[in-house]
């Protein structure tokens, strides 16, 4: 993480476990990493991209009207709330709304 802190000037602004999957994140700036172990990571490595937006509701309504597939609708997880959705270009994206907003996640 310390290369990562020096390299955008920033401290990482969140860090947690998630037990759940044998996890362990961290966001610096609007980056976001995700650890475990081969196992652990192996649901998750299809996920082309995470999006951070303000309001998760709003995006699992507009989505689909857009041509996307919502595969897990918006369900709690430890920061706010998550979904997974397929965009009609095939991309698997992970929305997520943090609980505890800042206001450098904006979209």
Not at 46 to 68: E, K, S, Y
Request: hydrophobic share 45%; no cysteine; proline share 7%.
């Amino acid at each position: 993480m310390s290369f990562h802190e020096a390299l955008v000037e920033q401290k990482a602004r969140l860090r947690f476990d998630y037990p759940e999957y044998n996890l362990k994140l961290a966001q610096i700036a609007n980056l976001l990493f995700i650890g475990g172990t081969p196992d652990s990571l192996a649901p998750f490595t299809a996920t082309h991209a995470t999006f951070l937006v303000d309001d998760i509701q709003a995006f699992a309504r507009a989505l689909p009207a857009r041509g996307a597939e919502i595969l897990e609708a918006p369900k709690e997880v430890p920061t706010g709330w998550n979904m997974l959705v397929r965009h009609p270009d095939g991309t698997l994206v992970e929305y997520v709304e943090h609980r505890d907003k800042n206001p450098a996640d904006r979209m």
